[in-house]
């Protein structure tokens, strides 16, 4: 490891290219600790390595370079990554930003870009370890290394579960920077977002802030996730991690809503969590990513009892069982929640299923993850008065017309 501290990686299978690279960071004050190709050795060396910062060259075949940047990105998710080529594209530049990517640079890299680069990686490295919250509070992070296989509708659950059963108050926040559902699913419509609230956090007071949530039927509080994923470009990591940190001096209960692919905000959002509740499909790819996942939650040394593995069957047809997903995974499955058409029904009208329909299988499966995760008591939820609470006396609700425009597929 180089003086600075950071395991600092070159990816790139241009000799020159790499030379020209290592000579600028070297002139930012930091030396390169491995130069690699792309490939299989790269990804060896990442697993190995750990690397701290990473340099990825984007050159064609283009495949293979976003490869090594997704497979970095979820083995490493804590990790700087710079990405960096000849030509700019708005097309390269949009996945590599999907991917989780922190910087872009493209055609000849300035001295002062170089520096930025290693000043925000030397930053992020000091301030990586987990923020403290407060005595009693509980910040769970919902995490999946895939999209559509039911991490949000799994938060949304735990939120509403939560707040039902009349115990605990619950924030959910909904840190998805590509497609944040957690509003239209809740059926609530946003005035303020988490980027907003972020970028405040220095000065923000609690009157001010629970001024910018909104207040479910289940009794869960909820902060949305930015419109536009642009937003996110104006807020840091270390500001979420802040803000979450605020928010759990507030709540007894925090639940941080994940995209499906690591980047800085879901570093953050892991980093400052206390409970993790790992979703996952019984999908070969969701499979081979959780076990990434899981493997990189204990290097980091995470124990085993606070990540809680949940198995969601999205559709009814026949798949790998629990044991087959447990070999697979390596790891002890805590919870699975079965196959159940009411969860379609109940998104498509903007109501978590355990409010709709209480006493639905899938309903009780998010009943006792929610106990699991937020350390209540696992009883049983008074299904009359859950109804009552949230259809009325009349026991009706219409369907709102952004929720019930959705088809409901796992989220």
């Not at 990686?121 to 895939?146: C, F, H, N, W, Y």
């Not at 058409?341 to 978590?352: D, E, F, I, M, S």
Request: proline content about 4%; glycine content about 6%.
């Amino acid at each position: 490891m180089n003086l600075s501290g950071l395991r600092t990686l070159i990816v790139d299978s241009d000799e020159i290219s790499r030379e020209i690279l290592r000579s600028k960071v070297q002139r930012a004050g930091l030396e390169i600790d491995r130069e690699r190709p792309h490939g299989l050795i790269a990804q060896q060396t990442i697993q190995e390595m750990q690397p701290d910062l990473l340099f990825v060259a984007i050159a064609q075949p283009l495949q293979r370079a976003l490869q090594t940047v997704d497979f970095a990105r979820a083995v490493v998710p804590d990790a700087t990554i710079v990405a960096y080529a000849d030509e700019w594209s708005p097309t390269v530049e949009r996945r590599l930003m999907q991917s989780g990517v922190n910087d872009f640079l493209h055609g000849k890299i300035a001295r002062d870009q170089m520096n930025a680069v290693v000043d925000r990686a030397l930053r992020k490295a000091a301030s990586s370890a987990s923020l403290p919250t407060e005595p009693g509070a509980r910040v769970i992070a919902v995490v999946g290394q895939k999209g559509g296989i039911g991490k949000t509708t799994t938060s949304t659950n735990l939120a509403a579960a939560i707040a039902a059963a009349g115990r605990q108050s619950v924030l959910l926040i909904d840190l998805d920077t590509r497609f944040g559902d957690v509003a239209v699913m809740m059926d609530v419509r946003a005035d303020y977002s988490v980027s907003e609230a972020a970028r405040e956090v220095e000065t923000l007071d609690r009157e001010t802030f629970l001024k910018m949530l909104l207040r479910h039927d289940s009794g869960a509080c909820v902060l949305p996730a930015a419109r536009d994923y642009r937003s996110w470009l104006n807020c840091s990591p270390e500001q979420i991690q802040d803000l979450v940190r605020f928010a759990a001096t507030l709540f007894d209960v925090v639940i941080l809503d994940t995209p499906g692919t690591f980047n800085d905000v879901v570093a953050a959002a892991v980093g400052a969590a206390d409970r993790l509740v790992v979703v996952t499909s019984s999908d070969l790819a969701s499979l081979k990513n959780t076990s990434l996942l899981l493997e990189h939650l204990a290097l980091k040394g995470l124990a085993d009892e606070h990540v809680i593995v949940t198995l969601i069957h999205g559709h009814d047809q026949e798949g790998p069982g629990r044991a087959d997903v447990e070999f697979a995974i390596g790891r002890t499955v805590d919870h699975e929640v079965p196959f159940d058409r009411n969860v379609r029904k109940a998104t498509q009208l903007g109501v978590p299923v355990i409010m709709w329909k209480p006493q639905a299988p899938a309903a009780t499966a998010f009943s006792r993850i929610a106990a699991h995760a937020s350390g209540s008591p696992a009883a049983a939820l008074d299904t009359v008065a859950v109804r009552r609470r949230f259809f009325g006396a009349f026991g009706s609700r219409r369907p709102a017309p952004a929720a019930a425009a959705r088809d409901n597929i796992a989220v």
